[in-house]
């Protein structure tokens, strides 16, 4: 999905019948790490997206490493309100 500078892999914006649950904006990263598809979400401005969206947002970095096969994820809450 393009967002503030480049496209966000997944972003997920609730309908409005549930409005407690929050919109959530994924990156994949492939030999990285979690926290740096939290930190490209948040230097790229991903969340821009969800500009006129007005509950939470979740920002989740997942990251699969070739050599272990072992998938890490970070998860952080971020308010918009």
Not at 32 to 40: K, W
Request: glycine share 6%.
């Amino acid at each position: 999905m393009p967002t503030g500078q480049g496209f966000a892999d997944l972003v997920f914006i609730p309908k409005k019948e549930f409005p407690d649950v929050p919109a959530m904006i994924l990156e994949l990263k492939w030999n990285q790490a979690a926290e740096t598809a939290l930190r490209q979400i948040k230097e790229k401005k991903y969340d821009s997206i969800l500009d006129s969206y007005h509950g939470n947002v979740l920002l989740v970095g997942i990251n699969y490493d070739k050599v272990s096969k072992e998938h890490t994820c970070r998860i952080e809450a971020y308010g918009k309100n």
